[in-house]
């Protein structure tokens, strides 16, 4: 075990070059206590959290205060200080980054011919009253695709294992997200 430093001012730098040296040289130990953990219990992380639903109902509950708290103590212009500062370099960053995932371009060349399909099987735009039962058929067309184009969103990556499989597949985002016209 080794022995723990007291920090000293102005070693900021010294200490964060030290634990970066120690996390790159982690690997192996970190692979093996991950190794070690799914032949213990004979499943992943993700299968044994599944397992312990009211645990994880129990937490949401017992943070529901302070999320609420931390949700009301950001005014507006605190929201759009961090947008400018990090959200719309994440955001468009996004676009390249599932573009590096696989599953990505598989799952599109299958979703977007669909729904290509189902838009013209709804016909072109028309007066408003004509556009809200295009909506409709939409929607309709949507919730009927649940499940639909799943494994071609989770081969791989975030969007499955990360996620449980299906929580951002477009069919479980529901009617609206992809326009309608």
Not at 159 to 169: C, D, I, L, Q, T
Request: net charge positive.
């Amino acid at each position: 075990m080794s022995k723990r430093r007291k920090f000293q001012a102005g070693q900021g730098m010294a200490y964060a070059a030290r634990w970066g040296a120690g996390v790159a040289g982690a690997g192996q130990k970190y692979l093996a206590g991950a190794s070690a953990f799914v032949t213990n219990s004979g499943q992943s992380p993700s299968q044994k959290a599944a397992g312990n639903i009211n645990g994880y109902l129990a937490g949401v509950q017992k943070a529901a205060t302070r999320w609420q708290a931390c949700c009301q103590g950001v005014s507006g212009q605190d929201w759009l200080a961090s947008l400018q500062a990090k959200g719309v370099a994440n955001y468009t960053n996004s676009g390249n980054n599932a573009l590096a995932k696989k599953h990505f371009a598989g799952f599109l060349e299958s979703f977007v011919p669909a729904v290509q399909g189902a838009m013209q099987q709804i016909g072109p735009r028309g007066p408003r009253g004509t556009n809200l039962q295009r909506w409709t058929q939409y929607y309709q067309w949507v919730t009927g695709q649940r499940g639909n184009f799943k494994h071609l969103w989770c081969q791989g990556g975030a969007g499955g294992a990360a996620f449980g499989g299906n929580a951002y597949s477009p069919a479980n985002v529901g009617g609206g997200v992809l326009p309608i016209g």
